[in-house]
């Protein structure tokens, strides 16, 4: 079986959305901790719209917030960005459900994931397409800026990595020629570290030159690259965006209480691979559902495992976010380069 994952760099535009929104996540918790955010962006060109639901004490800076975003990217000349503000203040109706009874944000299903694969347990193909990203990065190669996107095709059956994809924006005065022996040693370095081979496929900018891009080739939005967040693909997704939630949003404090679980479940042995899920319903503390598949490599029975999480975990929103801090994370550690495998995140302990 050959199985693709993808990743997108920082400087992709949904990206861009998506660390504007966490960032804002982030300034109104380090604030006011009881804050209520759902926060949007979108970005096309110069142009920022920020949108959504605030109750909060404190009054965050949008655009100075965003502008601190673009320049961690890397993105030039952000006094030239607008933005524009459309925030209220959360509905008095999901407020009464969230604040009296300590319920769901929302209702909605989480998926969580964990394998034994790799040393983050993640899915091999996703990891090491995160990985060369971030070591593309880390080379700070002046001709090339911030948007990329890396694809790892990766036979399970042979163990060997069969295709490796990057398409990464330049500069104009750069032909692919120049920049793909750099591109093809990050591929190679990243699959090494993986100890995975590196006679593959290799593909550098397919289509050509890449010269325009982020917000100025695409527009982008929050939310849009949930896949990229998560596991690649690899096993399923409840279909919710985490990025400018607050934790009261069972979207993104259950996602990341089912990893946790998954990775548990698998560290304590009881299975090499494991997917959890919960569904909430809105207002409600508990879940409405709890169900774990193991794909055949359960040791014991899954119906153990049920009780197991059942008897070990207090699964209300409440109890979830007292259990990880998600009061006090940095969301900006999160908001690009996926929401797992990274040390220094308490569902990753």
């Known amino acids: 079986m050959i199985f693709t994952s993808e990743q997108v760099s920082c400087g992709h535009p949904d990206k861009i959305c998506d660390q504007i929104s966490d960032a804002i996540v982030t300034d109104c918790l380090q604030h006011d901790r009881h804050s209520r955010v759902a926060a949007e962006c979108l970005i096309k060109d110069y142009n920022i719209v920020i949108a959504g639901e605030v109750t909060s004490r404190h009054h965050p800076d949008y655009q100075a917030i965003a502008r601190r975003a673009l320049c961690s990217i890397g993105l030039t000349e952000p006094e030239k960005y607008t933005v524009q503000v459309y925030v209220s203040e959360q509905s008095r109706d999901i407020a009464l459900g969230v604040d009296g009874s ?5 209702q909605g299903m989480m998926f969580g994931y964990a394998t034994m694969e790799t040393p983050e347990m993640l899915p091999i193909p996703y ?9 593309l990065r880390r080379v700070h190669e002046p001709t090339l800026l911030p948007d990329a996107k890396a694809q790892v095709s990766y036979d399970y059956d042979s163990g060997r990595i069969t295709t490796f994809l990057i398409s990464t924006q330049h500069r104009a005065d750069v032909e ?3 920049i793909r022996p750099l591109v093809e040693r990050v591929m190679e370095m990243a699959a090494q570290d993986y100890c995975l081979n590196t006679d593959f496929k290799k593909l550098v900018n397919p289509t050509g030159r890449f010269v325009l891009g982020s917000s100025f080739a695409d527009s982008g939005l929050t939310g849009r690259k949930i896949i990229a967040d998560t596991y690649g693909g ?9 990025s400018g939630k607050d934790p009261t949003k069972v979207d993104r404090s259950g996602a990341y209480m089912t990893r946790k679980i998954a990775r548990d479940i698998v560290n304590l042995r009881f299975a090499d691979r494991c997917e959890v899920q919960l569904a909430y319903a809105i207002g409600i503390a508990e879940p409405v559902s709890i169900s774990v598949d193991c794909f055949g490599t359960e040791r014991i029975p899954t119906s153990f495992i049920e009780k197991y999480i059942r008897t070990n975990y207090d699964l209300t929103p409440k109890g979830i976010i007292d259990r990880l801090g998600l009061l006090t ?3 900006n550690m999160v908001s690009a380069y996926g ?3 990274k040390s220094g995140l308490p569902w990753e302990e």
């Open 102 to 106: 300590c319920g769901a944000g929302d």
């Open 127 to 135: 990891a090491v397409a995160t990985y060369a990203l971030q070591l």
């Open 176 to 178: 692919v020629a120049d």
């Open 234 to 242: 690899m096993c399923r997704h409840g279909g919710g965006a985490f």
């Open 329 to 331: 994370v940095d969301y």
């Open 339 to 341: 929401h797992f495998g």
